[in-house]
C-alpha cells in the first residue's frame, strides 16, 4: 500500500523545472508532501485534500487527481534550496485505526548552479 | 514552533546489546511516531503512540519495543540489537486527531543514525 514515486532521483539546474509524482494502489482523499533537506528532519511542505486541487509553497506547487490516484509537485524555476528529498504520504485505511500515513520511497533532487 | 528532539544524532552499538533510543517533544502532542529510514525504502513505522502508556504496532514492529511513559517522551527499543537495524530512525509527533478524516502534519526530529556492528 506504500505510494510509488517517480523519479527516484533527478538532478536540475538552477531555474530548470521538475515533476515528482506520487501514485497509490487504492482511492485516496488526500496526499501530504514533505521534503528533507540532508542531514536535517524532513518538513511538512502541504496537504492537497480535494480532486484536482492546486496548492503552492514558495515556487512549488501540487496537484492531485483522485481519479487517477496520484498527486504531481511541480517545482518552478528551481533554486539550490530546493535540493533535497521529497516524500509523498498517503493515509492509511480509516480502519486500520492508525490514521497515519504510507510514505513513498522519496524522490532525491539535486539542483546544481 | 514545535521542537521534537531526538537524544543522540549518532549511536555505536555492538550486536546483543540493548539500545534506547529518546525522544521528546515540547508541544503536548498526544501522537509520537518511530520511523525507520532506509535508502530505497522510504519512510516505515515502527511503532506509534496515540496517548500515555499507548502503543501500537507499525509496519516493521519486530525487534523493536517502545516506551511512553510521559506524555512528551517516547522511547524506542531494541531489546538485542542486530546490524540488520543498522539505520536512521526518526521520530515524530502531531495533535492529537479526534475524528478528523485528514492526519494532521507530523514534526519530525533530526534523526538518530545507529550503527550496529
Known amino acids: 500500500q506504500q505510494p510509488v514515486q517517480s523519479p527516484q532521483a533527478v538532478i536540475l539546474r538552477e531555474g530548470e523545472d521538475a515533476v515528482i509524482n506520487c501514485s497509490s494502489s487504492?482511492?485516496?482523499?488526500?496526499v501530504h508532501w514533505y521534503r528533507q533537506k540532508h542531514g536535517e528532519a524532513p518538513v511538512f511542505l502541504m496537504i492537497?485534500?480535494?480532486?484536482?486541487e492546486q496548492k503552492g509553497h514558495e515556487k512549488i506547487s501540487a496537484s492531485f487527481n483522485e481519479k487517477k490516484q496520484q498527486s504531481s509537485l511541480y517545482l518552478t524555476a528551481s533554486q539550490l534550496s530546493y535540493s533535497g528529498t521529497y516524500f509523498c504520504?498517503?493515509?492509511?485505511?480509516?480502519?486500520?485505526?492508525?490514521?497515519?500515513?504510507?510514505f513513498g520511497t522519496g524522490t532525491r533532487l539535486t539542483v546544481i548552479p | 514552533d514545535v521542537k521534537v528532539t531526538q537524544s543522540s544524532r549518532y549511536l555505536v552499538k555492538r550486536t546483543g546489546e540493548k539500545v534506547f533510543l529518546e525522544c521528546v517533544q515540547d508541544?503536548?502532542?498526544?501522537?509520537m511516531f518511530w520511523y525507520r529510514q532506509d535508502p530505497g525504502l522510504g519512510l516505515r513505522l515502527i511503532y506509534f503512540?496515540?496517548?500515555?502508556?499507548?502503543?501500537e504496532k507499525g509496519d516493521i514492529p519486530e525487534g523493536y519495543s517502545v516506551s511512553r511513559e510521559k506524555k512528551e517522551r517516547f522511547s524506542l527499543i531494541l531489546e538485542s540489537a542486530s546490524t540488520n537495524q543498522t539505520s536512521m530512525y526518526l521520530c515524530?509527533?502531531?495533535?492529537?486527531?479526534?475524528?478528523?478524516?485528514?492526519?494532521?502534519?507530523?514534526?519530525f526530529g533530526n534523526g538518530t543514525r545507529l550503527t550496529v556492528t
Open positions: 503512540s496515540y496517548d500515555v502508556k499507548m502503543k
Open positions: 487504492k482511492a485516496l482523499y488526500s
Open positions: 504520504g498517503t493515509p492509511r485505511p480509516l480502519n486500520s485505526g492508525a490514521n497515519n500515513l504510507f
Open positions: 515524530a509527533s502531531r495533535p492529537g486527531q479526534g475524528f478528523l478524516l485528514v492526519p494532521s502534519p507530523l514534526h
Open positions: 508541544m503536548d502532542h498526544e501522537n
Open positions: 492537497l485534500l480535494k480532486g484536482g
